[in-house]
């Protein structure tokens, strides 16, 4: 960790040994002190170790095939790591076991990180979607049962969620998706109201057209701006107050076999 300075990021890396070029170059230029990715979609036996070592940085990762997948990426070696809800019933009827790789969590540089990949929720009138809000709210009582919104708290990760109409191309055609529906804002804002601060709205309050997704299958979706803000640094209240910037690199996407998502990043003063 950088004296002084803590930078992080968040991305969705849609397979990791897909991106890992990319990946790799990217922490060679940025040199962020942690990097959250989801959707690393490998099991941990084949999860890429060796190149992230080679480059400085520690892994710890929690993964299954082809779907899911979350790693935490450090210049520190990461303390007290974890996986998954520990809290709250089972979530039943999604054909979804509750503890999939969605949810790695650990102490780095004497931060506590927590980087969550949120169930995506595929339609209103399935059961995905009724997981997805469950999931939410075990999350709430997760964060309830092991730390203080009075305390320095990074959560970080893929939320699958725009959280403000500012947040999507257009909030009335959207409205009824998984990832901007009333009920996910509200099962999201939920959390929030435990202690986060959106770091990037805190620097960035009043700016629409902001994005860090754009859809595949939907041709020209990062030129004509048809993007969502589902990737997400909250931060307790101690440590937003010692955010000094965020921003979102949109110039990844635009990289030969991109993610469809792309790096959010924010910096600290410690």
Not at 70 to 86: K, Q
Not at 160 to 180: I, R
Request: charged content about 25%; overall charge neutral.
């Amino acid at each position: 960790m950088s004296k002084g300075m803590l930078k992080v990021a968040t991305y969705n890396v849609n397979s990791v040994r897909s991106r890992l070029e990319l990946v790799l170059a990217w922490l060679q230029r940025e040199s962020p002190d942690i990097l959250c990715l989801q959707e690393t979609k490998v099991r941990d036996e084949d999860f890429p170790v060796a190149p992230f070592r080679e480059a400085g940085y520690h892994v710890v990762f929690r993964g299954q095939k082809a779907s899911a997948g979350v790693a935490i990426v450090s210049r520190d070696e990461p303390r007290e790591v974890a996986f998954g809800l520990d809290v709250g019933g089972p979530l039943t009827g999604s054909g979804q076991e509750p503890d999939e790789a969605r949810l790695i969590r650990a102490v780095i540089g004497g931060i506590p990180v927590v980087n969550t990949y949120v169930p995506q929720g595929r339609a209103l009138d399935s059961e995905h979607f009724q997981y997805k809000l469950a999931w939410l709210a075990r999350l709430r009582l997760f964060f309830e049962r092991h730390y203080s919104p009075q305390e320095p708290l990074l959560w970080l990760g893929d939320f699958n969620v725009a959280p403000e109409t500012m947040d999507v191309h257009d909030p009335k055609g959207l409205k009824d998706h998984v990832c901007f529906h009333v009920e996910a804002r509200a099962a999201l804002q939920r959390v929030r109201e435990w202690g986060f601060v959106d770091v990037f709205r805190l620097h960035h309050p009043d700016e629409p057209g902001q994005y860090t997704f754009w859809d595949y299958r939907v041709r020209g979706a990062l030129e004509r701006g048809l993007g969502w803000r589902v990737d997400h640094i909250w931060a307790t209240a101690p440590l937003a107050r010692r955010s000094i910037r965020s921003w979102i690199d949109v110039e990844a996407r635009r990289t030969e076999r991109p993610s469809d998502h792309t790096f959010l990043v924010a910096e600290f003063a410690l």
